[in-house]
Nanobody, 124 residues
Framework: QVQLVESGGGSGQVGGSLRLSCVAT????????MAWFRQAPGKQREGVAS???????MYVDSVEGRFTVSQDRAKNTVYLQMNSLKPEDTAMYFC??????????????????WGQGTQVTVSS
């Protein structure tokens, strides 16, 4: 059974940084796409960033230039470095896997496994 475990969330200041980690068990990162989504209270889950088999990153416009996604295959871990935090980044952050060469950040369809999430709260 594939398991994804996120960590690294917490409270951050506006303009500050946080780094999230997602450790995959019983899953090899090169199998497909790994993505970060987030969900704020009362809102739908939305894509944030993804990284595919060939290490190409993708970002949604709202985080482009502030967030960086990377992966360490030796540790079977995906990271999300979050810089220049804004209050609107406050959400529960989830990592998910998609068994496809195509990473799609605009739908949760096709993502087979999700972690339990880690909370990020940004305050001024």
């Amino acid at each position: 059974q594939v398991q994804l475990v996120e960590s690294g969330g917490g409270s951050g200041q506006v303009g500050g940084s946080l780094r999230l980690s997602c450790v995959a068990t019983n899953y090899i990162l090169r199998q497909g796409c790994m993505a970060w989504f987030r969900q704020a209270p009362g809102k739908q889950r939305e894509g944030v960033a993804s990284i595919g088999r060939t290490d190409e990153p993708m970002y949604v416009d709202s985080v482009e230039g502030r967030f960086t996604v990377s992966q360490d295959r030796a540790k079977n871990t995906v990271y999300l470095q979050m810089n220049s935090l804004k209050p609107e980044d406050t959400a529960m952050y989830f990592c998910g896997t998609r068994s496809s060469t195509h990473c799609n950040l605009y739908t949760t369809l096709g993502y087979n496994y999700w972690g339990q999430g880690t909370q990020v709260t940004v305050s001024s």
